[in-house]
């Protein structure tokens, strides 16, 4: 089982989980989300079920928030 390591907590991975469906698990919307994914930003609109987790994958969290 794979630990991935979200926002510097270790978490478990099913084998073959994709993004979407980790966050999705854990009901973190992906509106309005911005990950860091090993180094690269990535938003919602990208395709984050084409993304497969693999052990030692490192991935933080920022949600944007909007004012005036």
Do not use: C, H, W, Y
């Not at 980790?22 to 180094?39: H, M, T, Y």
């Amino acid at each position: 089982m794979p630990k991935i390591i979200l926002n510097e907590k270790n978490v478990d991975s099913p084998d073959g989980d994709n993004l979407l469906s980790f966050l999705q698990a854990r009901n973190i919307p992906v509106d309005n989300l911005i990950l860091e994914f090993n180094g690269q930003i990535l938003t919602g609109k990208d395709p984050l079920g084409t993304i497969i987790l693999k052990d030692g994958d490192t991935l933080n969290l920022f949600s944007m928030v909007g004012g005036g």
